[in-house]
């Protein structure tokens, strides 16, 4: 049984269908076409609607999307590389910055929602100035955030937090101004095709141009002002939409003004961000394709950092590369073996190639060193050239600028075999650098030792972080070489460990071979006590560090978050 009542009942269907609507006075007609929830929305006078948009105009807005594309991507990729290089464990910033972005970005489309009627153009255009505001700032703001604050995390999960949900923001409107132009299906693939050919377009220029030609803050500052650019454009592409805009040009100028000052003195803005980081005055940076050196100079020694991380200082180097260096030659000389052909891995700042061509029979020094800008200066500045005592200028002295780990799998090089191999690598704080202290690397540097070879390895501190220490040693042993862990005290890193290993049995060396120049931290009683480990340094059970688990990262990443 049905309601007479019910809406729903035949007899009411007809009878309305029968009976037309009372037309209302002309004042309610509009009023009353608002309130239909599923009627068209009303039409407005033909002299308040906005022409259609031209085909010019839409043309020029699909190419926005591809410049907006551009630059959120470098945003992304400015965060999670300066994350890496102030925080280190490469993968764990890119993975948290890259997520905290995305989400951002679905953030950010969900608030799009709300902008509705005329305000879609004009919120569009503030949009943009306050990402070229906040994305262009992000860099310079963010080093400062590191040297200053305790609580940089947060400082930087927030400012991509809000550069994701600003980004995110961008594309829903775009498509909204630009749906009147084009049918769904084909606005949508448009947008979203010239989207993704921005994101690659970002992902290209980062690194093979922004970085190593720009930096981290120009690139910061300059991407901005792009922003910036497309919103003072958009005035103009927009006008039709927009009710006034001379508000929203004068703020895109100010901006882009602002930013373009910050361009210009950017050497300064992050010479100020890194001054907070350094003890001493900063007398040389530069940003390459592959880290940040910067040079630090006191009153009685100079120091090099690579990303942050010091590398060695002047005053005590020496005991550093003595240490790495001379065991080697001295338990090739106990065997009654010469050494005259050396590999040497990393190492670009020359001073373990000085110590080198120190052996009186020494004949080639190959070194292998990733980044080119960082033998050159070595080559070139006064202060290393005396410090390596002009390494590079010896005629015994071959560069290759090539990733050691690709480097050593070649075939090219299976040939050849050396009669020492030093492994001055980096610390391996990420997974980039926990490669080169792998089996499979190991095993490589193996098949390149002459007879009675001899690979020493840089091993990180022995007391600070023992279980990396002993991981590097036990993983070195399962490549089939014995092994002699040795360690030296370096004031400026404190113990420091290092592995000497060769193919057969290993006995450490008792006497110091001879030199052409006398040893500063070297007898033959202190080469002895080298390989004394005390009870705060014997092994620990870790496992072996291989390429597809990197715990090598993992151990050093718990064991010095305790000092650093």
């Not at 049984?1 to 009411?12: E, K, L, N, Q, V």
């Not at 480097?407 to 980096?426: M, T």
């Not at 360690?487 to 193919?503: I, T």
Request: proline fraction near 6%; aromatic fraction near 10%.
């Amino acid at each position: 049984m049905t309601d007479a009542s019910d809406p729903s009942h035949p007899s009411d269907v007809k009878d309305a269908a029968q009976t037309p609507e009372p037309t209302p006075p002309a004042s309610e007609a509009p009023r009353r076409a608002v309130r239909t929830i599923w009627g068209p929305p009303p039409e407005l006078p033909a002299s308040q609607a906005a022409p259609p948009m031209r085909k010019a105009t839409a043309s020029l807005l699909l190419l926005t999307v591809l410049v907006i594309a551009t630059c959120g991507l470098v945003y992304e990729l400015l965060a999670s590389t300066l994350a890496s290089f102030v925080l280190g464990d490469a993968v764990t910033q890119y993975s948290t910055v890259i997520g905290v972005y995305l989400s951002a970005m679905g953030l950010g489309a969900w608030l799009s929602r709300y902008v509705t009627g005329e305000r879609v153009a004009r919120t569009f255009v503030d949009v943009e100035i306050a990402v070229a505001l906040v994305g262009g700032v992000s860099a310079p703001l963010l080093f400062f955030a590191f040297a200053h604050l305790s609580w940089f995390r947060l400082a930087l999960y927030l400012v991509v937090l809000v550069i994701g949900a600003l980004v995110g923001m961008e594309i829903p409107l775009l498509l909204r101004i630009l749906k009147e132009r084009f049918e769904f299906r084909d606005l949508v693939s448009r947008v979203l095709t010239i989207d993704y050919l921005g994101a690659l377009v970002g992902s290209l220029a980062f690194p093979i141009f922004f970085v190593p030609k720009l930096g981290l803050v120009r690139t910061s500052l300059v991407i901005g002002g792009v922003n910036a650019l497309v919103a003072l454009s958009t005035t103009w592409l927009l006008r039709d939409a927009l009710r006034t805009v001379a508000g929203l040009r004068v703020r895109a100028a100010a901006v882009l003004v602002l930013l373009a000052a910050g361009t210009f003195a950017a050497d300064r803005l992050t010479l100020l961000a890194e001054e907070g980081l350094y003890a001493d005055e900063i007398v040389f940076a530069k940003q390459t394709p592959y880290q940040r050196i910067v040079i630090t100079r006191g009153k009685g020694s100079f120091q090099l950092f690579l990303s942050g991380n010091l590398q060695f200082s002047s005053a005590d180097e020496y005991r550093y590369h003595e240490a790495l260096v001379w065991p080697a030659i001295s338990a090739r000389a106990e065997a009654g073996l010469p050494t005259r052909d050396v590999l040497v891995l990393g190492g670009g700042d020359g001073l373990a190639v000085r110590e080198l061509l120190r052996v009186p029979e020494m004949r080639a020094v190959t070194l292998v060193d990733l980044d080119p800008a960082m033998t050159q200066l070595a080559r070139s500045m006064p202060l290393l050239r005396n410090q390596n005592e002009n390494a590079f200028d010896d005629p015994r002295v071959h560069v290759e600028s090539a990733d050691a780990y690709v480097w050593l799998s070649e075939d090219a090089n299976a040939g050849k075999r050396y009669d020492v191999i030093v492994a001055d690598f980096p610390d391996p704080n990420h997974y980039a650098l926990g490669k080169l202290y792998t089996t499979r690397i190991y095993h490589w540097m193996r098949e390149h030792l002459a007879d009675g070879g001899v690979l020493v390895v840089q091993s990180t501190s022995p007391l600070f972080a023992r279980k990396s220490f002993w991981c590097i040693a036990r993983t070195i042993e399962s490549a089939g070489l014995a092994v002699a862990p040795y360690h030296a005290l370096v004031p400026s890193f404190g113990e420091w460990g290092f592995v000497l290993a060769r193919k057969g049995g290993l006995e450490p060396p008792r006497t110091l071979a001879p030199s052409t120049k006398l040893r500063r931290a070297l007898d033959d009683a202190a080469m002895r006590a080298l390989f004394v480990l005390g009870p705060d340094m014997q092994a620990t059970p870790v496992e072996v560090n291989r390429l597809d688990n990197q715990v090598l990262v993992h151990y050093y990443e718990e064991e010095w978050r305790k000092y650093l």
